[in-house]
């Protein structure tokens, strides 16, 4: 052990598409690369005892929760989360309610993690919305794109929020100095947009703690060149979704000719490893899970198909989201916008 | 000369980035395509002339009308409409105002063919706003969505009509039969969406004449599954803006991952052709271009960088649009709404 604080986490392992192993896997890989980390996995504790009887581990540093209901997509998140006490999502979110752990990450339902990280942990002070803000792959650096959560219809106001804490994560996470935030509109002009765009203009542009860059259309969003994009819930929603969608049907497209006549087979053989080199960029997975800011502890939500890799991506962006003190700093970062 | 209908299309020559040149050649061998049609050339009347002059076609079916202003995307679109009278643009429009032409085609500025279109050609009768309605390219059929154009925060009665308009333009112009709607949504449940979608959501069920699916998320767009994909402007510019520009994105990196070895080079050539069947089937310019709904003649956007292809393909389009009395099949179609 070092001097490091301790951090615990909570780990969710059911109602991934690939079972509570990968996530077994990824805890202990996760606990090997952040020595001050511990991990509390919360699900069948016989299972989960079994599959941990396969790895050498520091014993002291997995602990096993048991959770004896399962949350999955079929069922009314808010609902869900409110009758189903003994599930691995809930049990694990109490965790770090009662201060057990400090962050949470969870592979199941998105609208069961968004609805219990509000209604478990708990929106931290100060904080009016909290946003759900994954990085997308582009040709450049990821971007950060909030609001991807369930916050439709949002105010202005809230979207500004949105921008500070964005702003705050991606320099604190990802490294980016001063990070650039632009506005999601359809021109790039001041006097373009919905009434939402153009009452939120002004306000970001009078943020002195926030260097907003203006307006980006959707076009613009593959090529990397802002740092935190912003926008309410309903539109980050259709981009994330269509992102995820055209990527793979292209992909699949272009796979699908490849394979039409004996010549392109030979060439697909060729272009094979380069190709796959450029695909991982657009995947997601080594960059973690999408963060619900502005809570009182940290929930990150991890691909319904994540494997072991964005496990492990997820255990160290926990690590580093506390032992950095994010929430801390976008607690402050707010309070200063009140005090203007 | 058949017994067909005689159709009437002004074409503005200028705004495009490959200049009149394309539109010229377009237009003659529009003509020849389609023996009921001429054209209006609206723009430089020399330079026209001296274009022409490289070509063998029927004089009577290609007129020149000079036109000596431009409109281009750096002016303002409704200033620019109102005061360049004089311009290739407005001068089109003029004519299908005045009832000489039946339909207008521009690669010109977006937003002055939207606001010239509205203000110079108007909206036919029962029409609360006319959506710009390109077709996206999906792995199946292409998709009409619909709106892209200007009309932010429309109500749900706007969508309701938009829905109807789209459904008569693709049973009429793309010969679906009892074209499915989806309205574009976060969830595929019903008690999904923003205000807006919650509100149009039991308005569109309640149309007998809307074949009405439920909603769609961004994700299934690039699949074909729906015909008509219906949303309001702000929303459909991100998905068309985003569509292009990811596709770009995507295509350019694995260009460069091919071209990153020698092996893979090699590769590439063997891979070339196919992969260009797949690439131009997702781009749109055979499908003609995007044409601006619910106005008195038809009003139709090419992409700024159409070549002689999209503005054949745009001629056919009118013709048909003209032939099969879209117009009033749209105009009847919305006059049984207010009689329900």
């Keep these: 052990m070092n001097d490091k604080k301790k951090v615990n986490i909570a780990i969710d392992t059911i109602g991934g598409d690939n079972g509570a192993e990968v996530v077994v896997r990824g805890a202990v890989k996760g606990i090997e690369e952040n020595d001050n980390v511990t991990v509390y996995l919360t699900g069948h504790k016989k299972e989960l005892e079994t599959l941990l009887g396969e790895y050498k581990y520091d014993k002291d540093r997995i602990k096993v929760v048991d959770a004896t209901e399962e949350i999955t997509c079929h069922d009314a998140p808010v609902e869900a989360v409110r009758t189903k006490k003994d599930s691995s999502l809930v049990v694990a979110l109490n965790l770090v309610k009662d201060g057990t752990c400090d962050a949470f990450i969870s592979a199941g339902s998105s609208g069961a993690v968004l609805a219990g990280g509000q209604f478990i942990v708990g929106r931290a002070k100060g904080v009016r919305r909290t946003p759900l803000a994954p990085l997308i792959p582009t040709s450049g650096k990821p971007s950060l794109l909030l609001d991807c959560g369930a916050n439709v219809d949002a105010r202005p106001e809230v979207l500004v929020q949105f921008a500070r804490m964005g702003s705050i994560y991606m ?131 991890i691909h319904g198909n994540a494997k072991e890799g964005e496990v492990i991506s997820a255990i160290r962006q926990c690590n580093d989201f506390v032992i950095r003190d994010v929430s801390g700093k976008i607690i402050e970062g707010l309070s200063k916008e009140s005090a203007e």
């Design 171 to 301: 320099e604190n996470i990802e490294g980016r100095k001063n990070p650039t935030v632009a506005i999601v509109n359809i021109g790039t002009e001041e006097e373009k947009g919905n009434a939402l765009v153009k009452e939120t203009f002004p306000l970001l542009k009078a943020c002195k703690d926030i260097n907003f860059v203006g307006s980006i259309e959707s076009r613009e969003i593959p090529t990397g060149k802002v740092d935190v994009i912003l926008t309410e819930a309903f539109v980050g929603n259709v981009i994330i979704k269509l992102y995820e969608g055209l990527g793979k049907t292209l992909l699949s497209e272009i796979k699908d000719s490849m394979l039409s006549s004996f010549k392109s087979k030979m060439g697909a053989l060729l272009v094979k490893k380069p190709m796959k080199k450029t695909l991982s960029k657009f995947s997601a997975s080594n960059k973690g899970g999408a963060p619900l800011l502005g809570l009182k502890g940290l929930v990150v939500k």
